[in-house]
């Protein structure tokens, strides 16, 4: 990427796209920044010796990616280091190795939107709602994800199209028992001790929402709650 590019994403575009969002309740400088910093591309190609982390936002990806760079295991990491994408349309979880972390998407939406609440970002400033409407990601993310279909809107065939990709992952950690299951994990990679000294602690707070707010959530996910339930019925 050049400089005019570099300016116009990661300057330029943020500013027009935040000019854009106080008018139109959008989230297109969250978007520009995205592009710039590699997240959500779903065109990567990665070695078939290598594990690919499927890091969904407010998942407790950034202890998972701390403990593989620290034990340097074989994980596909792009040349920005972006942490956020959802599988490759051109490697299908069929023939490569991906892995992942899923937590209650009701949990995971409200913590998006309080992370969004403290960084001041406006989609979040005009409610819960309204922030379900015009914010991106907090909308059947998982099915966007795992499909590989990042930006469209979710219906049965892409719902059953992140199902399948799924059952072929190498691992599926639960977030709510993410200690147990990460020690597993890597004793299955050949890591037989832990190192104490690489711990990253998991700082997303419990969620704490209204049977309210825990309705509108469930309203804007139903396929992820359908996936979500599908995997661990």
């Known amino acids: 990427m050049g400089k005019n590019h570099k300016f116009l994403y990661k300057r330029l575009g943020p500013l027009i796209g ?53 034990y340097d295991l074989p994980f596909y990491v792009n040349e920005k280091r972006g942490h956020h994408n959802p599988v490759s349309i051109l490697c299908s979880p069929k023939y490569y190795k991906y892995v992942t972390i899923m937590r209650n998407p009701v949990d995971r939406v409200y913590s998006h939107y309080q992370m969004f609440i403290k960084a001041k970002e406006i989609s979040s400033r005009n409610g819960l709602i309204n922030f379900l409407r015009y914010n991106s990601e907090v909308k059947n993310l998982y099915c966007q994800y795992y499909s590989g279909l990042i930006g469209e809107i979710v219906d049965e065939r892409i719902f059953k199209i992140a199902l399948e990709n799924l059952k072929n992952f190498k691992a599926i950690i639960n977030f709510d028992n993410y200690e147990i299951e990460l020690n597993k994990f890597l004793k299955e990679m050949g890591i037989k001790e832990l190192k104490k000294e690489s711990f990253y602690d998991n700082k997303i707070n419990k969620t704490n929402y209204s049977p309210e707010e825990q309705e509108a959530i469930e309203l804007y996910n139903y396929w992820d709650l359908k996936l979500y339930k599908e995997i661990y019925k």
């Open 18 to 70: 935040n000019f854009l969002d106080k008018l139109f309740f959008t989230d297109f400088g969250k978007r520009s920044s995205n592009f710039y910093h590699k997240y959500n591309q779903n065109d990567y190609v990665f070695s078939k010796n290598e594990f690919c982390f499927i890091h969904v936002p407010r998942t407790g990806g950034w202890s998972f990616r701390n403990y593989f760079t620290n």
